[in-house]
């Protein structure tokens, strides 16, 4: 039964399929105005379930998809679903109205836009809402799709192209490892029902699939949400119209693996390499992207590289929160913190990232570049958009008072106390998270700085703009405002979302450690007192503020990487590679000419059925075989020494005239295995096959006249005894084993009585099978007919082909 | 019996598969002429070369031959026969068209390379 949550989940897939009628009927109104209904409503509908999942409860409702599969489409409403269909829909909502300023009616094909933004939409609330993997692994594939096909909407730029076919390939690829997963879960547990296989995760973890299981999974979520090394393709998606890098590349989709790590850590996070994996990679991600922001001089590659990095932070920070499982009792809640604050920062992310995507889109449509050396001095004549970025990027940057300042606070917190953390020796190396955190925050105040002050401060320099900057009208301003108002009310009441929304998430993802009515403290404040954190986080803005100001000077330090050592370059040579490759492998074997595929053809067969022949030990050689008598042995030795006559012989007519001896004597071998109708057939038909060749090929003077030279090749004579062989060979074994009795005894005796004839062979060809008869008159007809064409019909157009 | 009719099979596939493995389009289609010879002789064979009457019932003989065999051979023979003088008129057309009756020469234009 559909319900009206699934109706919720499918609404913008029902809307898609009216954008275009709506774009041709009303022109003369900007087509996101009625698409900007449907997210509105969903986020009015979806905030009617904080309620309820804040009293840990969960509302589910199935509808049956392919039962006899077991896959049902069960859409599923708890803490971290809701969480993200609160955003998606409410991000989804200020990217539409953002997005009326920024498409232009008349220039844009905004019924493509908007119909590919809608599938998006609804793609993504089916991700996080289903219960069901399959269900989930196809709306995940209708997020890659629709993401390739926002990417590529300006089709006819080659970059665009590029960068969606990209993107394509490597969720795609990380999509088909995640479902080979999720088949590996469905083996181990029998069941697709997300919350069934947390049920029974206890019982798989010794399972031989698990830990190839996690691997797959952890792919899949790993490239979706852009985690070293497969991070390459976001900053390439960036060619997407700014409203799409908003939404997509930032708020929701590369936060669909980050869903999926939290959503599958309730299984996976008992084994120890879920821990290491995910807050491994995590780290890496944070380091190497807020590192290669820096390089950065497009304002929309700082932010594709600072969201990179900003996502491999939330998630090394369910990692350490898997350590909760290990080792946390209600009481000292160390490691659940860890939880608190990847969830409180994945909200916090999507708020600044999201202004400060649309603010790089204002600052883009009024000057015409996003180039941050043809920039500067923009903060007088765009006040507001400058307010927009300092807000956002002091926030991302971790500044006090806003939000991203008490992610990062608990950020840190989290990565100092993972050093406490005593499985796997991490004494030695546990100090290593929070040092490589710390200086991965020191690069995101730098860019961070440099998004603000590149952009908005130094000498205007007008004669590098296309056009005269000004400030952006203030419907395009409205979504960057309620986004950067949400980062100060995030910043100074950051509680009034945890209870609400970030504690029953936690309860999602950690729920093996809540007891009965039990729930986590989560309480978010600014001052902890002199704790080593609020020193990072000092030592953050002392040594930042110093390299940015020096940044001249050791800029040129990226330099040192040669371009042939970056992914990319890894990327594009293995695509390169993987064409050139295989284009040669066919080369190699396709040749063209018929000669070799047929030696390639009749290898196999020798080889193949001689291997089975042996392998299966099939010679047995009965004694009842026929006895030989003197006429067969004069008719073999004829046949024998024709046929090589006709291996042989230089001369077509001789190899023709030998064709017409074989024939007869198989005739005549006919004659003595008692067969009258078959030696009577083929006397006639060998007459007139001969005939035909004599007629088309002696009698005509071009052909007949030239002498061929037949060459000798002892490779194909070799290949040709391996299958004369394996023919004799069969033909051995079909005497030596007979499994039953054959059915001739019927024909003697049913001949006359039930057919009445008194010749068997004839009986059986037109009144037993009949229907073989029919048939072989069709294909002798079709040969006439296609021999008659093939004579009379001349194609006058052939020139042109 | 059966273990010679076998070899002279397996001889006519030989020299079938040497024929069609050449460049010259006739040697061509005479090996595939000889190749359904040696089929045909393998059917007979491996439906076993036990003696008896021919399998006319006038004849009122106490065993027949296999008649089943025989009438399967019967339809190959004539498709057989069907396909050859198709392929016949098919290489001779080749010849025409293109002037030429190797293999190796008659290779499509827009290949990969």
């Known amino acids: 039964m559909l319900t009206a949550l699934h109706f919720a989940i499918i609404a913008p897939f029902i809307a898609a399929v009216f954008v275009p009628f709506l774009y041709k009927k009303f022109s003369y109104i900007h087509t996101g105005w009625f698409v900007l209904a449907v997210p509105t409503l969903l986020f009015l509908y979806f905030l009617q379930y904080l309620p309820i999942t804040a009293n840990k409860q969960t509302v589910t409702a199935v509808a049956d998809w392919v039962p006899s599969l077991g896959i049902h489409f069960t859409a599923h409403v708890d803490g971290l679903g809701l969480l993200f269909a609160l955003l998606i829909t409410g991000i989804g909502m200020l990217v539409v109205l953002y997005s009326i300023y920024y498409l232009s009616k008349e220039k844009e094909a905004l019924y493509n836009f908007y119909t590919f933004l809608l599938m998006f939409m609804g793609a993504m609330l089916g991700v996080v809402l289903s219960d069901n993997l399959i269900v989930l692994y196809t709306f995940w594939e209708i997020t890659s799709l629709s993401s390739f096909l926002l990417i590529s909407y300006w089709y006819e730029r080659e970059k665009s192209r590029y960068g969606a076919l990209k993107s394509m390939l490597i969720t795609v690829m990380g999509g088909f490892a995640m479902l080979v997963g999720f088949v590996m879960l469905y083996s181990m547990t029998g069941t697709f029902s997300i919350q069934e296989i947390i049920a029974s995760a206890n019982d798989i973890t010794s399972h031989n699939l698990f830990i190839p299981a996690m691997l797959v999974i952890l792919l899949g979520a790993f490239t979706k949400s852009a985690q070293f090394p497969f991070h390459i393709w976001l900053p390439d998606a960036m060619e997407a119209p700014t409203p799409v890098s908003a939404y997509l590349h930032s708020a929701t989709m590369v936060k669909a693996g980050i869903y999926l790590v939290a959503r599958l850590s309730p299984v996976f996070a008992i084994s120890g390499e879920w821990l290491w994996l995910v807050a491994g990679f995590g780290l890496t991600t944070l380091f190497w992207g807020s590192f290669s922001a820096v390089r950065q001089t497009d304002l929309k590659g700082i932010l594709a590289f600072s969201t990179v990095s900003q996502l491999g932070m939330i998630l090394s920070m369910l990692g350490v929160g898997a350590a909760a499982i290990h080792f946390d009792s209600m009481e000292d809640n160390l490691y659940v913190g860890a939880t608190t604050a990847a969830l409180f920062h994945l909200i916090n992310h999507a708020t600044f990232k999201g202004s400060l995507f649309m603010m790089v889109g204002i600052v883009d449509h009024e000057t015409g570049t996003r180039d941050i050396r043809r920039l500067g001095g923009l903060m007088t004549v765009m006040p507001i958009t400058f307010t927009i970025a300092v807000i956002g990027s002091f926030s991302m940057a971790g500044l006090p008072p806003f939000n991203g300042f008490l992610s990062k606070e608990m950020f840190f917190t989290a990565m100092v106390d993972i050093t406490s953390f005593h499985l796997f020796n991490i004494d030695n190396i546990g100090i290593v998270f929070p040092v490589v955190a710390w200086i991965a925050s020191i690069f995101t105040f730098i860019y961070s700085m440099m998004l603000v002050f590149k952009t908005f401060t130094g000498k205007m320099q007008p004669e590098k703009l296309d056009t005269k900057p000004h400030e952006a009208p203030f419907g395009m301003l409205l979504s960057p405002i309620v986004l950067i108002s949400l980062v100060i009310v995030f910043g100074f009441f950051p509680n009034i979302l945890s209870y609400s929304v970030i504690e029953p998430a936690m309860a999602s993802i950690l729920p093996s450690l809540l007891g009965e009515g039990e729930q986590f403290y989560v309480d978010i404040y600014f001052w902890h007192g002199w704790t080593i954190e609020l020193f990072m986080t000092m030592g953050v803005i002392g040594i930042g503020t110093l390299l940015y100001l020096s940044l001249r000077k050791w800029v040129a330090m990226y330099q040192v990487f040669p371009d042939s050592l970056t992914l990319n370059h890894v990327y594009d040579q293995t695509v390169v590679g993987v064409e050139r490759m295989s284009s040669r492998l066919t080369g190699s074997y396709m040749t063209g000419f018929i000669r070799d595929y047929l030696l390639y053809i009749f290898s196999f067969f020798a080889a193949a059925l001689v291997f089975v022949l042996f392998n299966k030990n099939a010679f047995s050689i009965q004694a009842d075989l026929a006895p030989i008598s003197v006429y067969e042995v004069i008719l073999a030795i004829v046949l024998v020494s024709t046929a090589f006559v006709v291996m042989f012989t230089k001369s077509r007519l001789k190899a023709i005239i030998g064709l017409g001896v074989l024939g007869y004597t198989i005739a005549l071998f006919f004659v003595i295995f008692r067969a009258p109708d078959l030696a009577l057939t083929q006397l006639i038909i060998e007459t007139v096959s001969v005939a035909l060749f004599l007629l088309c090929f002696y009698h005509l003077p071009h052909i007949s006249k030239e002498l061929e030279k037949v060459r000798f090749r002892l490779g194909n004579l070799i290949i040709s005894i391996a299958v004369g062989v394996t023919v004799t060979l069969i033909g051995i074994t079909a005497n030596s084993s007979r499994l039953f009795e054959s059915i001739s005894g019927f024909f003697p005796e049913a001949s006359y009585d039930e057919a009445g004839g008194k010749n068997m062979v004839n009986v059986i060809l037109v009144d037993f099978r009949g229907f073989d008869t029919l048939l072989e008159i069709l294909v002798l007809g079709i040969a006439a007919i296609g021999i008659y064409t093939m004579i009379k019909l001349r194609l006058a157009g052939r020139n042109e082909l | ?113």
């Open chain 2, 1 to 113: 019996m059966e273990i010679l009719m076998s070899i002279l099979a397996g001889i006519l596939f030989m020299a079938g598969t040497y024929m069609v493995l050449s460049k010259n389009m006739i040697r061509i289609i005479i090996g595939t002429a000889i190749i359904s010879h040696g089929a045909h002789v393998l059917l007979l064979t491996m439906a076993g070369l036990k003696t008896g009457a021919p399998p006319l019932l006038g004849l009122k003989a106490s065993t027949y031959t296999d008649p089943l065999p025989q009438a399967l051979i019967l339809t190959a023979i004539v498709i057989s026969f069907g396909v050859t003088s198709f392929f016949i008129v098919l290489g001779y057309r080749a010849y025409k068209e293109t002037g030429t009756d190797d293999t190796e020469k008659l290779r499509g234009t827009d290949s990969y390379d």
